[in-house]
């Protein structure tokens, strides 16, 4: 229960008067919720910027401001919050938890690595929400112990040491592989052959990946792929980068037919890889 009141002080510190409105009594009631919070040690998962807080426990993750408590990952994301972050965490302290916010891109970052005393630990996983956009930005192999903001700049910390984020295209001395996931949906209700990918990038991708379905996306069962450093060639430049798509890698090399195809497009090389737009040339089958 919130009651307005306003107590008046003298210069001396002295009590002089309480004040409050002229309704009086009290004016706004605020009721909590106890069975969403940030429970079993997952506060450590809290970032905060403009009165807005973000954390993320068992179930979900949440946005809280003015009074109001929004899962955030209703947005899109909850099957992959749930299989490949909540996964992660354990009870109490057993999973490494961390939340932090970029200011500059307002975005929040939520991290976990299974396994507190597994510092070099392969399972960790880090989400990246984008505010503005109210959508999932990308996933990221992030793996620190604390997110910082200061002038501009976000900064991560582990082993005793400060790393700037968003600057190179390493960690830990590895090149980074980027990829960035497309879906080909058009006239859904018709089979169709999947021809050719054009991919609107300021530099050729490294590597292209198809799949049939989600399920293959998931366990990463590629069908066939397009590896332009093995083949500069497989990958010309028209103003875009097109070329064929090949058949399946496995006999009897069938070609990339259904309604929906997925492809995942991979660059490691390049700090600054923008994928503008891609399009997938089709034809319907009977």
């Not at 949906?185 to 991919?199: G, H, P, Q, S, T």
């Not at 609107?200 to 069908?223: A, L």
């Not at 103003?239 to 006999?251: M, N």
Request: with cysteine; glycine share 6%.
């Amino acid at each position: 229960m919130m009651v307005d009141k306003r107590v008046i002080y003298e210069i001396n510190a002295n009590e002089l008067a309480t004040a409050g409105s002229s309704i009086g009594g009290i004016l706004n009631q605020l009721w909590i919720d106890k069975r969403i919070g940030m429970s079993d040690q997952t506060w450590r998962s809290w970032a905060e910027y403009s009165n807005t807080l973000f954390f993320v426990n068992n179930k979900s993750a949440y946005m809280f401001t003015d009074n109001q408590l929004t899962d955030i990952s209703r947005t899109g994301f909850h099957e992959l919050l749930r299989r490949e972050f909540l996964a992660r965490l354990g009870p109490g302290y057993e999973s490494d938890l961390v939340g932090g916010y970029d200011v500059l891109h307002n975005e929040y970052i939520m991290n976990v690595v299974a396994g507190v005393w597994e510092r070099d630990s392969p399972f960790n996983e880090a989400l990246i929400y984008g505010v503005e956009q109210q959508a999932l930005q990308c996933q990221s192999t992030y793996n620190y112990d604390k997110y910082l903001y200061n002038n501009n700049l976000l900064y991560g910390m582990k082993d005793a040491k400060t790393f700037e984020l968003g600057v190179g295209n390493q960690i830990d001395g590895e090149d980074m592989e980027c990829y960035v996931t497309g879906v080909s949906n058009a006239d859904l209700y018709y089979d169709k052959e999947f021809l050719r990918i054009r991919v609107n990038s300021n530099s050729k991708p490294e590597r292209v990946y198809f799949y049939d379905s989600y399920q293959d996306y998931i366990i990463d069962n590629y069908t066939n792929f397009i590896d332009t450093v093995a083949v500069p060639l497989s990958m010309k430049d028209y103003y875009g980068y097109e070329c064929y798509i090949p058949r399946h890698l496995v006999a009897p090399h069938y070609r990339q037919q259904g309604r929906v195809l997925l492809f995942k497009i991979v660059s490691s090389t390049d700090e600054e890889f923008l994928v503008a737009s891609t399009g997938i040339q089709y034809k319907k089958l009977k």
